[in-house]
């Protein structure tokens, strides 16, 4: 195989693009670093949490591919420059746009932590049976097209040696595709909000009948088995009780953190991935597979996949805007799915999608242009957290929802981020969810939120 992620990670050569790339590297940890340090309420903007994990999963670890780099690709620079010079340039017109609405963003952030204090972080019941009908609703329409004996879940259970082909065909390779989007929206909306919500009643309220309330949610988007599915709750219910208890958010504590949480995280998708090998899963494998593969899968591939996505662009073509599928329908044009077609060319498998971030997908599509083409989009992301400064809402879920949101965007496009990964839904269930608080308090079932 031309690329393959463990094999191309190499030391980097000691030359002048080593040089360009780690100083790079170093000036957006640094921004990152005083951000944290002075201006810690900035991280409420979707933007700077998904330059945040670009920089994790994108910018750092492509340093250890630079030598990969120059010896498969033919313009080799391309790959240095569009992943840089995003980032740079990225950082020069933020930074400023920050500035301008601190006072605002700052409000939001003291707003949020005397809600926390005040115990109104949870979101209201009604909107909880809500996103439960929304959750049975995606399973009667699931089930209606697959039985659950064909399902990922059963057959991790039953027959893990054919979980693989399981899995595509209770997800991927599903007849209706709105099932398909249902199934993905449950898994990345409604699911998440159930499960913050539930952390929030069973560590600020002792409310342990919201228990069973996140195991449903849970085996919901389990269907399909993916290690992704497995690893999102985990997260998502950590990153919340991190906020509820932390009242000061100190480096050492968040390092700890950080190291403890990703070790919790990637001990379902572990297991799964020793699972479905036919081999025993003990407590080294597990470790085993976490400090190797899986920190391999969740930090670097997005890196990797961006140099495939270069190489390939360079021995084929641009695609230019049809290479998007919404609007290649909208034009009627012919659309060619190019995860597919790098996982046919470069994985071996004819059901296998190489998906890459932002930076790489729109390199394909545009050349160069993707760095202002990326900067753009990502700083019109930050559109959404215009909903912190609705009246009445509970900002720490929907805050620990953009953390995930920007991390998928990180191993992700735009396109796929907006419709697939459910984020043009989220300003909607903002919206509703303050309906239903006012509905709550209406009937007598809540006090004044904290303003």
């Known amino acids: 195989m031309l690329f393959e992620r463990t094999k191309d990670l190499a030391l980097p050569p000691v030359d002048v693009t080593t040089f360009l790339a780690v100083g790079c590297c170093l000036l957006s940890i640094v921004a990152l670093l005083l951000i944290g340090y002075k201006k810690r309420h900035w991280?409420?903007?979707?933007?700077?949490?998904?330059?945040?994990?670009?920089?994790?999963?994108?910018?750092?670890?492509?340093?250890?591919?630079?030598r990969k780099t120059a010896d498969v690709v033919p313009i080799p620079w391309h790959y240095l420059f569009i992943?840089?010079?995003?980032?740079?340039?990225?950082?020069?017109?933020?930074?400023?746009?920050?500035?301008?609405?601190?006072?605002?963003t700052k409000e939001i952030w003291d707003k949020m932590w005397r809600q926390i204090e005040a115990k109104q972080s949870s979101l209201p019941g009604y909107f909880v049976v809500f996103l439960l009908c929304c959750t049975g609703l995606t399973m009667l329409a699931y089930f209606s097209t697959i039985s659950f004996y064909q399902t990922g879940l059963y057959f991790l259970l039953t027959d893990p040696m054919g979980l693989n082909m399981a899995r595509e065909l209770s997800l991927k390779l599903l007849p209706n595709r709105f099932v398909i989007y249902m199934y993905s929206w449950n898994a990345s909306l409604f699911v998440p909000l159930l499960v913050m919500t539930a952390t929030i009643m069973i560590v600020q309220r002792r409310r342990l009948d919201y228990i069973p309330v996140a195991a449903a949610a849970i085996l919901s988007s389990s269907m399909a088995a993916t290690r992704n599915n497995f690893g999102a709750p985990v997260l998502l219910a950590l990153l919340t009780y991190f906020f509820l208890r932390t009242k000061r958010i100190r480096p050492i504590r968040l390092a700890v953190f950080a190291l403890v949480g990703g070790f919790l995280v990637l001990l379902g998708p572990a297991f799964i991935s020793i699972?479905?090998?036919?081999?025993?899963?003990?407590?080294?494998?597990?470790?085993?597979r976490i400090t190797g593969s899986m920190f391999n899968r969740a930090v670097m591939a997005p890196a990797h996949t961006t140099l495939m996505y270069v190489y390939h662009t360079q021995?084929?073509?641009?695609?230019?805007?049809?290479?998007?599928?919404?609007?290649?329908?909208?034009?009627?044009?012919?659309?060619?799915?190019?995860?597919?077609?790098?996982?046919?060319?470069?994985?071996?498998?004819?059901?296998?999608?190489?998906?890459?971030?932002?930076i790489g997908a729109y390199?394909?599509?545009?050349?160069?242009?993707?760095?202002?083409?990326?900067?753009?989009?990502?700083?019109?992301?930050?559109?959404?957290?215009?909903?912190?400064?609705?009246?009445n809402l509970a900002i720490l879920p929907f805050f620990v929802l953009f953390i995930?949101?920007?991390?998928?965007?990180?191993?992700?496009?735009?396109?796929?981020?907006?419709?697939?990964?459910?984020?043009?839904?989220?300003?909607?269930?903002?919206?509703?969810?303050?309906?239903?608080?006012?509905?709550?308090e209406a009937d007598g079932s809540n006090k004044a939120r904290v303003d």
């Open 83 to 104: 992943i840089h010079g995003f980032a740079i340039s990225f950082l020069a017109i933020a930074i400023p746009l920050y500035f301008a609405s601190d006072g605002h």
């Open 275 to 288: 699972a479905r090998e036919g081999r025993p899963v003990t407590g080294a494998a597990l470790v085993g």
């Open 43 to 66: 991280f409420l903007r979707p933007s700077l949490l998904t330059f945040s994990w670009y920089v994790l999963r994108v910018q750092v670890p492509s340093i250890f591919y630079l």
């Open 315 to 358: 021995v084929t073509e641009t695609r230019g805007i049809v290479g998007i599928r919404p609007i290649a329908i909208l034009l009627g044009e012919p659309y060619n799915e190019v995860t597919q077609e790098l996982g046919r060319e470069y994985v071996g498998h004819a059901t296998t999608v190489v998906n890459t971030n932002f």
């Open 404 to 440: 995930t949101k920007s991390l998928s965007l990180s191993e992700s496009i735009f396109t796929s981020a907006l419709l697939t990964k459910g984020f043009l839904f989220i300003p909607i269930l903002a919206l509703l969810s303050v309906w239903f608080a006012s509905t709550n």
């Open 363 to 391: 390199y394909i599509l545009f050349g160069l242009v993707t760095i202002p083409v990326c900067i753009i989009g990502v700083l019109l992301f930050d559109l959404f957290g215009l909903i912190f400064r609705i009246r």
